[in-house]
C-alpha cells in the first residue's frame, strides 16, 4: 500500500465536522486504551477453531452490497489457511443473511451463528442492523466486527457496553464532511438534503448539513423519509418548493422510486447536480432508462480498489460487478485472524483485546504469513490493509480512512474522479 500524498484542506466544512483532511496524519493518541481492559461480562469460550460468522446482506436493501463482502471474507479466509490458518488450524467461516434491516430477521440469524459456535460476527452491513444486535452478539461475549457501518451512533460507549464492537469503515464524520466539501467546491449555495429516518441517514445528514453550513452555503431543506414508504411525493414535492441548486440524496434501494419522483416534479438529475452516499452508490444499469443518472455523483469510504485486488476477488466469485466494502472485509477479517495469532486463543473476550493493537503503532506488514511470523517473533505489528491504513482508535474505529468521489455515466454506473484521504 503506497500512502497516498495529496492534502485536500477546506477549514471551515472541515472545523465543522471535527476533523482534518490529509494525505499524512499522525496515528491518534493512544492514551488508555480501553479495548484492551475489555470485560465481556461473559464467559469466554474457545475450542482452538477460529469461526467467523457473516452477518450479511443476501436479501433486501442493502443487498447489493453482499457479494463483495462475503467475497472480501472468503478471500482473506482462503489466504489464512493457505498461510497455515491460526493457531494451527483453519479458519472457518459460517454464513447468516442480514436481511432487509427487520430487527426479527437479524436477530434470528444471530442465533444461527451462535449454533455454529461463531467466534465473531462480521457485519452487519447497515448501521440500523448492528445497533439492532450489537447487545444480543456482545451480551453472549462474542466479538462483532462491521466491515461496512458508518453511524456515529457506534462510537457511543454506551452502544458497545462489552468493548467487543469494531469496524473498518470510517465514521460518517468524515463523509459528511467531505460530500459537503464536494458540495461547497462545485459551487452550489442552496443545498437539499433528502435522507433516510435511521441511525444512519440522520447522523450522516446531520455532518452533511454542518458541513454545508460551515462552507457558507445553505441547506434550503433537510426533510427526512420512512424507509418503509411505497411513495415519496411529499418528500420531493416538499424539496421541489424550496428551489435547491443541488440535493444529497442520502438512501439504500429506494433510490429507484425516489430517482423517478424527482425526475416527474423537474428536479431529477438532468435539473439539479444530486449527490449519492455509500448507500445507494451502486449499479443502475437496469434500473433506469440510459442517461438517467449522467452527472450524478457519489462517495463512498474506500480506497482505491487496485487490480491485482480486484482480480482475487473476481477469482473468488467471479459474478462480482459491485465491489464496495470488499477490501473493509478483507481487512476485517485479517484484523480478526492477527489478533487471534496474537492472543494464541480464539477466545473472543481474549483476541478482541489485541485487535486494535495489531491495527497500528508497530512493523508494519500487509500479508498474512508476514504478518504471523513477526507476531511468533514476538514482535508488535501494524498491519496495513487493502483499505488503505486501518489504525484503529480505541473505540475501536478507524482513526484513519479514505473516501471514493465517483461519477455516474451514461449507462447509469460509476467510475471513479478521485479519491481523499483523511485522518478523524
Known amino acids: 500500500m503506497i500512502r497516498p500524498t495529496r492534502t485536500v484542506r477546506v477549514a471551515a466544512v472541515l472545523a465543522a465536522a471535527t476533523l482534518v483532511l490529509t494525505a499524512c496524519g499522525s496515528d491518534s493518541d493512544s492514551g488508555s486504551d ?61 454464513k447468516a443473511d442480514s436481511g432487509d434491516g427487520t430487527p426479527d430477521i437479524a436477530g ?31 451480551d ?65 445528514a446531520s455532518q452533511v448539513e454542518k458541513g454545508v453550513t460551515a462552507g457558507g452555503g445553505k441547506v434550503v431543506s433537510k426533510t427526512l423519509y420512512s424507509a418503509d414508504a411505497q411513495n415519496f411525493t411529499a418528500e420531493v414535492n ?44 451502486a449499479d443502475y444499469s437496469k434500473d433506469f432508462p440510459k442517461g438517467t443518472l449522467t452527472g450524478v455523483k457519489a462517495t463512498y469510504p474506500g480506497a482505491e480498489l487496485k487490480g491485482d485486488f480486484k482480480a482475487r476477488l473476481l477469482k473468488t466469485d467471479p459474478n462480482l460487478k459491485d465491489f464496495t466494502y470488499g477490501p473493509e472485509s478483507y481487512d476485517a477479517t485479517m484484523l480478526i ?14 483476541f478482541s483485546k489485541e485487535i486494535i493493537e495489531v491495527s497500528r503503532e508497530g512493523e508494519m506488514c500487509n500479508e498474512f504469513k508476514a504478518c504471523a511470523d513477526l507476531l511468533k517473533d514476538g514482535k508488535d505489528i501494524n ?14 474505529s478507524p482513526t484513519k480512512a479514505t473516501i471514493g468521489l465517483f461519477e455516474f455515466g451514461a449507462e447509469n454506473t460509476y467510475k471513479p474522479i478521485k479519491y481523499i484521504p483523511g485522518v478523524i
Open 34 to 94: 480501553k479495548k484492551s481492559d475489555s470485560d465481556s461480562g461473559a464467559t469466554a469460550k474457545s475450542d482452538g477453531t477460529l469461526t467467523v460468522g457473516t452477518l450479511l446482506p443476501q436479501t433486501g436493501d442493502l443487498a447489493f452490497l453482499g457479494p463483495p463482502e462475503f467475497a472480501g471474507v472468503q478471500t482473506a479466509i482462503d489466504d489464512i489457511n493457505a498461510a497455515g490458518g491460526v493457531n494451527g488450524e483453519d479458519v472457518v467461516q459460517s
Open 337 to 350: 485472524a492477527l489478533a487471534s495469532a496474537a492472543a494464541e486463543s480464539d477466545s473472543p473476550t481474549e
Open 383 to 396: 498491519y496495513e490493509g487493502v483499505s488503505g491504513p486501518v489504525d484503529l482508535g480505541d473505540n475501536g
Open 108 to 138: 434470528a440469524q444471530v442465533d444461527k451463528l451462535m449454533s455454529a459456535n461463531a467466534d465473531v460476527v462480521v457485519g452487519a452491513a447497515a448501521s440500523g442492523v448492528t445497533l439492532s444486535v450489537i447487545n444480543k452478539v456482545t
Open 238 to 281: 416538499k424539496i421541489a418548493a424550496t428551489k435547491p441548486d443541488a440535493i444529497a440524496l442520502i438512501a439504500f434501494n429506494e433510490t429507484t422510486k425516489i430517482i423517478p419522483a424527482m425526475i416527474s416534479k423537474g428536479i431529477g438529475p438532468k435539473a439539479q447536480q444530486i449527490y449519492f452516499v455509500d448507500g445507494n452508490t
Open 140 to 204: 453472549a461475549g462474542l466479538a462483532m466486527f462491521s466491515p461496512a457501518n458508518t453511524s456515529p451512533a457506534l462510537d457511543d460507549p454506551k452502544t458497545d457496553k462489552h468493548n467487543l464492537y469494531f469496524r473498518t469503515a470510517p465514521s460518517d464524520v468524515l463523509q459528511g464532511a467531505v460530500l459537503a466539501n464536494t458540495i461547497i467546491e462545485d459551487g452550489h449555495q442552496n443545498v437539499a438534503i433528502l435522507a433516510r429516518q435511521d441511525s444512519y441517514g440522520e447522523l450522516l
